[in-house]
T-cell receptor, first 118, second 112 residues
Framework: DTAVSQTPKYLVTQMGNDKSIKCEQNLGHDTMYWYKQDSKKFLKIMFSYNNKELIINETVPNRFSPKSPDKAHLNLHINSLELGDSAVYFC?????????????????FGPGTRLTVL | DQQVKQNSPSLSVQEGRISILNCDYTNSMFDYFLWYKKYPAEGPTFLISISSIKDKNEDGRFTVFLNKSAKHLSLHIVPSQPGDSAVYFCAASEGGAQKLVFGQGTRLTINP
């Protein structure tokens, strides 16, 4: 019974293509995230959505567009893929424990999607 | 400009001994710190955390120490077990923000 799931697990595609990665969480959390782990192994946040509203948007090319159809899903769509987009992308979710807005909550990660752009 | 750094890419420890993983940060506004553990082909899983109002937090075999003046934290695992072999990531956040800043990870190998 996977808490945070991502599809596909592996994605190999050509430069210039458009692709999507899907993320779903069944934890009832109100916030979801996308992270990118680059070749140097750093995990860097890309986006965060709280109740379908974008709250964190790091310096990411506008070819990347997150889409949150509901609280349990946050999909990542990437247009015009480039070689440098090759990385592992992780989805995560968390829940503000007391609704205070001050968060020290744990983020739960999906298994990752390895994207290879040829 | 990497605000969280784990300067040891790998560490090898004998089973039963203590493993010490280190992490340094540069942003003095960070007030919450976490350690995540990652197995191959899986996502990171939360291990232990510490708030900046504390200097130590313990959970079973895992203890995290925070030295704010040195902007340094460490994770101690004792005794180390083979199942502890994984990549360990240090992360930090500022002001209760949801944005976690991660280090680049340390690969821990426990030898029998």
């Amino acid at each position: 019974d996977t808490a945070v799931s991502q599809t596909p697990k592996y994605l190999v595609t050509q430069m210039g293509n458009d692709k999507s990665i899907k993320c779903e969480q069944n934890l009832g959390h109100d916030t979801m995230y996308w992270y990118k782990q680059d070749s140097k192994k750093f995990l860097k946040i890309m986006f965060s959505y709280n109740n379908k509203e974008l709250i964190i948007n790091e310096t990411v090319p506008n070819r990347f567009s997150p889409k949150s159809p509901d609280k349990a899903h946050l999909n990542l769509h990437i247009n015009s893929l480039e070689l440098g987009d090759s990385a592992v992308y992780f989805c995560a979710s968390s829940q503000d424990p007391n609704g205070s807005g001050r968060r020290t909550d744990t983020q739960y990660f999906g298994p990752g999607t390895r994207l290879t752009v040829l | 400009d990497q605000q969280v750094k784990q300067n040891s890419p790998s560490l090898s420890v004998q089973e039963g001994r203590i493993s010490i993983l280190n992490c340094d940060y540069t942003n003095s506004m960070f007030d919450y710190f976490l350690w995540y553990k990652k197995y191959p082909a899986e996502g990171p899983t939360f291990l232990i955390s510490i708030s900046s109002i504390k200097d130590k937090n313990e959970d079973g075999r895992f203890t995290v120490f925070l030295n704010k003046s040195a902007k340094h934290l460490s994770l101690h695992i004792v005794p180390s077990q083979p199942g502890d072999s994984a990549v360990y990531f240090c992360a930090a956040s500022e002001g209760g923000a949801q944005k976690l800043v991660f280090g680049q990870g340390t690969r821990l190998t426990i030898n029998p």
